[in-house]
């Protein structure tokens, strides 16, 4: 397949104390095959305009008392993951940062090609407390069949590890330690897409279903 490339806006190791200081944030990963990576700066602006990276990062907020704006790291290392050897297939690992779990996962599909048939492209998250893992499958294209891609956002709401069993209990944070939550689908749902009983990939979902035992597994 073609290259595909996912900017993950993290944290880097010399702010590990900035972290410790038990305040949740909001990491943004762009999961995209064709343009280059954005800055940091579009990557957050695009969380702010999207309904369920915004509603998550509020209620996360709420509960912790915190300003939403100050869940945005100003510090952040660029992590640039490429796929090689023209595989159909790419898998990705983000985990977060020293002292935090991972609370909320959502996801934004800007476009996915082939967005409709039986080969029509699959794009998967599963999530839980400790990763958020991105699996995509985009078939292998040619002169004749053009550029395929799946273009999108992944949205991780971080909290701090001494917090993170309350806000489970307080129905604040979606993932738990034991078990991968994910959401899958192919194609998409403006072009009719969906294939071999996977739901076609609507324009924003959650992570919130309990992922099943006989495929989904921790890389």
Known sequence: MNSIFVLTLAFVLSVVTTLASAEPRVMVSKFNPVSQPENPADAYSDCRGNALCKAATNAVAAYFGVDPATMESAD????????????????????????????????????????????????????????????????????????????AYVYTTLVPNADYGQARKAGVCEMN?????????????????????????????????????KWCRRW
């Open 76 to 151: 952040h290392a660029v992590a640039l993951f490429k796929a090689g050897g023209g595989s159909e297939e790419t898998k990705t690992l983000i985990t977060p940062p020293s002292g935090y779990r991972v609370c909320r996962v959502s996801m934004k599909m800007v476009s996915i090609n082939p967005a409709s048939g039986d080969r029509s492209a699959h794009f998967s998250l599963s999530a839980a407390a400790d990763r958020v893992q991105i699996y995509a499958w985009v078939p292998k294209g040619n002169w004749t069949r053009g550029r395929r891609w799946i273009d």
């Open 177 to 213: 330690s034991m078990q991968l939550k994910h959401f899958t689908c192919r194609g998409s749902a403006s072009h009719h897409g969906g294939a071999h009983g996977w739901p076609a990939c609507p324009g924003n979902a959650e992570v919130t279903e309990v992922c099943p035992s």
